[in-house]
C-alpha cells in the first residue's frame, strides 16, 4: 500500500509509491564519462584563464599562493548588478527592474573532478567563500533575499564540465521562502512552546534513526521522512541559527566531511549522478530568528517532475526514504 | 535590463531575463519523429487491444459505434483504489494510507497522432470526458482533490507515444493549491470588493491585449505577464466558476476550439514541443466560491529547472511574453 507521507518543512504532501517503487540498485546508471581533460585551453574557470572571466570577487589561496577558490560576477547573469530598483504597478501587472547579484563560485582550478572527489580542507575553502558572499551580498541593501545552490549535470540544468556553485541575491522576497516562514511560525511546537519546528523535526529524525545518513558533532544528515525523491538528502546543523553567514569556523570543516561524504556516496552508489544543491537561509540580520533553521538540501535529479507535480506541487517518490537511507549508509566509501 | 515580475495568480515572482532572452525563433527545434505506426500490437491504448487494461470507467463513441475516448484505470497507479484511508501521526512524521483514484483518459484510437492534430469533436470528447471523470472523482468520499493533466513527451515526464492524459484524485488537498486559494483569499480585490482575482486579472489581461493569443465568445487565452516559462498559455473561461465539471454543454465547444488552437500554434510554431497542461479546479462542491476560477495551463517544457528554481520557486524566463504572444498570435495554421 502506497504512503501519503506530509513534509511537515514544506507544508506539501508526498507520495511514497510503494507499488511502483523501485530497489535502490536501480537508480544506479553507468554514465557516459567523456574523458575531460585535467586542463581545458577554453574554459574560463581553468588555471591560466582567469582574464576570461569578469573581475574576481574573492579567492582563497593554497600554502604555495595559486587559488584554490575564486568567485567571480556570472556573465550571463539572470539579473544586472548595476542600477537602482525602480517599482512599476499597474493594476495587477507589477514589476521591478531586475536589479540584483549573480556569482560563480568556481570550486577547483581543475576543470575534470567534481565536488565529491575534492580534499576535506578544499571543500572547506567553498564553504568559506559561500559565507563570505553571502553576507557581501546581504550588504547590498538592494538585496532582499541570497540563494547559494549548485547545479551537477545536464538533468540539474547545467552544461558546464568545470566545478562551479552560484549564489544569486534577488530584489524580491521569493513566495516559496515565504510560505516555508509561515509553515514555522503556524506549527504547533513555535506557536505553543516557542520552539524551532526545525530542531525538533532533527530530534525525531536522529531518535527515530531510519532515515539518518550520516553525523558528527555539528551536522545530521539524513532522508527526509517525506523526502519528494529519491535519495533526496537535509544537511542540518544542530546548533539553531538561522543564516549560513553565521556558521562559525568550528562547524566548517565538520560541514565539509559530511558534504563530502554524502557527495561521495551519491557518486559511489549511484554512478556520479546529476544533482541539486541548495543553502536555505535567512539574512545575517535574521540570523536570530527562533522559527528558521539554516539548512542545506541535496536533490539527486533520478526522476522528472511532470504534471502532476505542476499541478498540485505534490511529488511521487518511488523510492521508500529509509531504503534510501539504509542503501547510501552502506555505500562502501573507504575513508575521506 | 531584466525585470521581475510578479504573478499575482501564483504569488511568485519571475526573472524574465531579457540579457540571455532568445528570439522565439530560436526554441523551435527539429524533432527527430521516429515514424510511429498507425497502430501498435503491444500497444494497450489502441485499438484490438482493449483487452489489455483494466475494465473502463467510460467512453464516447463515433456514429459507426467505434469508441473514440476510453477512460481506464492507470495499471501504473500511484495511490491504490481499494481500502479505507488510515491516518497515522508519530510526533512530527504524519501518514495517510495511500488510497486514491488514478485513471488514464485514452484520447484517441490512432497511436501516431497527437491532440494538437486531432479533430475538434474528437478534443470536445475528451472534455467531456474530463468533466464525467471529475465529478465520478469527487463523489467518492475518500478524495479530497482531483488534478487533470497531460504530459506530452520525455521532457514531460512521459515515454508512452499513445496520446493519453490523467487524472488524479489525492486523499488530501495539496498545499500548493492552498496557497493559491490563500493568495485569491487575501487579495486586495477580494477583501474589499469581493471581486475574483482571476476575472479581474483576465479582465486586465483582455484590455492590455499584448499577451492574448486568441480568444472565443467563452475563453481568453494568453501568455501570463509573469509567464513562469516560454509559450507558458492560460486558457481562461469568461465564465466565473471555480470548478471544471462545471462547464457547460455550450462551452464544451468552445473550449476545444482554443486549446486545439493554442497546441497546434506550438507544435507548429515550436516543431512539436513537449508539454504538459494541468487543469487547475475546485469540486462541486465549491464551483460557487467567488474567490477561485477553474483554468487550464500550458507549459511548454523548453527549459530546464535547476538550484535556483528549487531553492526559491522563482524561475528564470528567458523570453518576453509580450514576444512569445506575438510569435504565436503569427504561427500560421490555417483553418481549424
Known sequence: MPEVRLNQITGDWVIIATERAKRPEEFKHVREHSAFPEHSPSCPFCTGNEAMTPAETFRLTDDEGRWTVRVVPNKFSALTPEGVIVKRRDDLRECLSGVGLH??????????TTTALLPLNRIGDILVAYRHRQIAFYDDERVEHVIIFKNHGEDAGTSLEHPHSQIVGTPVFPGQVMNRLNEAIRNYYYVNF?????????????????????ENEHFLAFVPYAALSPFHVWIYPKRHNACYGHITDDEIPALAVILKEIL?????GLGNPDYNYVIRSLSPGGADAKYFHWYLAIVPRLTKAAGFELGTGMYINTSLPEESAEFLRNVPIGAL
Open 103 to 112: 556569482e560563480v563560485i568556481i570550486e577547483s582550478p581543475m576543470h575534470n
Open 264 to 268: 561521495l556516496r551519491l557518486y559511489v
Open 194 to 214: 516557542g520552539d524551532c519546528l526545525y530542531c525538533t523535526y532533527m530530534k525525531g529524525e536522529k531518535d527515530d534513526g531510519l532515515r539518518v545518513v550520516s
